[in-house]
Each structure stands twice: as C-alpha cells, then as structure tokens.
C-alpha cells in the first residue's frame, strides 16, 4: 500500500510520532501472549495501529487476523493508555486501546511456546509468557507489567497516562 494509500491513524512531524493503536490481550491458564521483533529488546501485546473510519474493536479483530491469521472474538474493552515515549530517534505520543480477546477455542496457537507472527516476512515473534514473569521483563507500556496479573472487572475500563 502507498503512502497515499495508508489509512493508519499514525503521522509524523519533525521528530515526533503520533499513533492510535489497539492490542489484545489473550490469557490462558496463567499465561499472556505477547510479542517482539527481531531488532527490539522489549516485548508487548499483540496489536497495531486504528485505520480511519475504522472502530477500535474492528481493528484489534483486523489486526489478530493480519498477524496470526486467526479471527479472534474481542470480549471487552479493559484499558485505554495515553503514552510518551522514545523510540528510533523519534518522540511517540501514542493512545491505546487494550481488548481482552481470545482465540477460537483449542487452537493450535494455545499449544505453540513461540512463533513467528505473518506480517513483515516473519519477522514479529509470539511467546507466551507465565503473568508470574512479567514484572521482571521488559513490557510495554509499563502499567501492563502489573496490571495483566489483574485485570479490571467487566464493568470497568482504566485509564493510564504514562510520560
């Protein structure tokens, strides 16, 4: 797809980066799935960026389908986060849209420790990861190190702003 093409919420100006993204959150039996790149040192929720027009549950069932090649039910809303960071030389302002989901039930994916993700030529690597570990680890946006150990009731949505 061309630039002009692109329908990502996501643009740069000078030496800043904004980003509309969502990520899902799948949990079985104590474990989170979570994945990384073959350059990064950190690892996160599986996700991307919002596409105009395009609602936030409908992209985190878009890009679980583009990544795993998997259609996955979105359950709820659990968080929403506003965060600053660096990365690449670039200052991110990014808002954040965090969906409980889950696989379709028995899929092969529960039973595979690590696995390469279909986007950017296999370059996106899957691990499941014990919720025991993950305050030790390298995860990102940081709330996510504690807050996946507990999520918030179905009735609640969290907030967090991280700069």
Do not use: C
């Amino acid at each position: 797809m061309s630039n002009s093409e692109n329908k990502n919420i996501s643009y740069e100006q000078h030496n800043n980066k904004f980003n509309f993204r969502v990520a899902g959150i799948v949990i079985d039996k104590g474990r989170v799935l979570l994945h990384t790149t073959e350059k990064d040192d950190f690892w996160n929720l599986p996700g991307g960026r919002v596409e105009l027009n395009e609602t936030t549950e409908a992209a985190i069932v878009r890009e679980m389908m583009e990544e795993l090649g998997v259609h996955v039910e979105a359950q709820r809303l659990a968080y929403v986060s506003e965060d600053f960071f660096e990365y690449d030389g670039l200052k991110y302002h990014e808002v954040g849209f965090y969906y409980v989901i889950t696989l379709p039930e028995a899929h092969k994916l529960y039973s595979q420790v690590e696995f390469n993700g279909l986007e950017d030529n296999g370059k996106l690597i899957f691990r499941w990861f014990s919720l025991d570990e993950l305050e030790q680890m390298e995860v990102y946006p940081v709330f996510l190190r504690k807050e996946l150990t507990n999520l918030p009731d179905a009735k609640s949505i969290k907030h967090f702003v991280q700069k």
